[in-house]
C-alpha cells in the first residue's frame, strides 16, 4: 500500500527550510494554551467527524485547510482572490539544495562531512508512483530533517539542543527507472515549536518532489511508526480520517535493514489520483483535492 504523506509549503528563501518555528528556552507561561486545551481542541474534532460517518458523511482523506488546533493554519492557505504570477519569476525564489547535476552520494547524509554523525543510522526507501502505481522515474527528489537531538541548522531554529558539525541534514538524488529512491540518514528527534505550551513534534522528514518544473513542487513529510506524539500533535491531526492518517507513516522493513549497520524503513509517495500524497496545494485551493 502507497504511504501517503504530509506537505507543508514553505518561504522560498530558506536554503534549509524550517518545518516550523521552534520555541525558545524559556518558562512556562500560564496564560499559554495547554496540550491538554489543544487535545481537547482535537478530541471534539474527531468526535464530530466520527458522527458525520455514522450519519453518512464523506470520508475525509485529506487535511483540512482551517484546522483550528493548528494555530497557523489559517496562513498556510489563500483567502483572498489569486492572481496570475510569472512563472520564471517564481523559479527564481524556489529553494533547491543545489545547482549541478545530482552525484548518487548526495543521498547519503552521513557521508557529507569529516566525521560519523551522532544518533541512530536508517536507511529510507521506497517509490515514486503515479496514481494508477506506475513507476516515476526520473524524478528530482529532496529531502530535510532536523538532526537526532531534534536541532535544525537553520537561523531560526533557537531549540536550546546540540548541532552535530558531522550532520547537515539534507540531501537529494533522482528516482530510478522503477521510480525507486534511497537515503541513508540519522533519524531525526522531536522538537518543540510555538502552537501551545509544551508543544512537540512527531519526528519527521521533510520531501520535496518538483514534477517536470519548480512551479509544480510539492513538500511533505515522512513520520515514523510507534510516535507517542501523533495524538497530540495539530498538524499530523489536520487530516481527521484514521486511515488515511495512517498512510502518512512509513514501515519499518527489516528486509531493507543491513546488519550492524542501519534500520531500514519503506514509503512510496503517490503523485495523483485518490490516493495522492498529501499537499495543500495552494495553486488550486480546496478544488485542487477533489481530483
Not at 466520527?50 to 482551517?66: F, H, M, N, S
Not at 513520520?223 to 519499518?252: M, S
Not at 496545494?281 to 485542487?288: F, K, P, Q, T, Y
Amino acid at each position: 500500500m502507497p504511504q501517503h504523506i504530509n506537505a507543508q509549503q514553505l518561504p522560498g528563501d530558506e536554503a534549509v527550510p524550517a518545518a516550523e518555528p521552534h520555541a525558545g528556552h524559556l518558562p512556562p507561561d500560564r496564560a499559554i494554551e495547554t496540550q491538554a486545551d489543544l487535545s481537547a481542541e482535537i478530541n471534539a474534532l474527531a468526535d464530530a467527524y466520527a458522527r458525520a460517518l455514522k450519519d453518512g458523511g464523506a470520508v475525509e482523506t485529506q487535511p483540512r485547510l482551517d484546522y483550528p488546533p493548528y494555530r497557523s493554519s489559517i496562513l498556510r492557505h489563500p483567502t483572498k482572490s489569486l492572481h496570475h504570477a510569472d512563472p520564471e519569476t517564481i523559479e527564481l525564489y524556489s529553494p533547491a539544495f543545489g545547482h549541478q547535476d545530482v552525484h548518487a552520494l548526495e543521498s547519503d547524509l552521513t557521508i557529507q562531512h569529516n566525521g560519523e554523525p551522532q544518533g541512530e543510522r536508517i536507511i529510507v526507501a521506497g517509490k515514486v508512483l503515479d496514481g494508477d502505481g506506475r513507476p516515476v522515474a526520473g524524478q528530482l527528489v529532496e529531502i530535510w530533517q532536523a538532526n537526532a537531538a531534534g536541532r535544525y541548522i537553520h537561523k531560526r531554529d533557537q531549540h536550546p539542543a546540540p548541532l552535530d558539525p558531522n550532520f547537515t541534514g539534507i540531501g537529494r538524488c533522482i528516482t530510478g527507472p522503477d521510480g525507486s529512491y534511497r537515503f541513508t540518514t540519522i533519524k531525526p528527534g522531536a522538537y518543540p515549536w510555538k502552537n501551545h505550551l509544551n508543544a512537540w513534534r512527531p519526528a519527521h522528514i521533510h520531501f520535496s518532489m518538483f514534477g517536470t518544473e519548480f512551479t509544480q513542487r510539492i513538500i511533505t513529510q515522512m513520520y515514523f511508526p510507534g510516535d507517542q506524539l501523533f495524538p497530540l500533535d495539530p498538524i499530523y491531526q489536520t487530516i481527521v480520517d484514521q486511515d488515511a492518517r495512517d498512510r502518512l507513516v512509513a514501515k519499518y522493513d527489516h528486509s531493507l535493514t543491513e546488519p550492524e549497520w542501519a534500520l531500514g524503513y519503506t514509503w512510496d509517495i503517490v503523485l495523483t489520483g485518490p490516493k495522492r500524497t498529501w499537499t495543500e496545494n495552494e495553486a488550486l485551493g480546496a478544488e485542487g483535492d477533489e481530483e
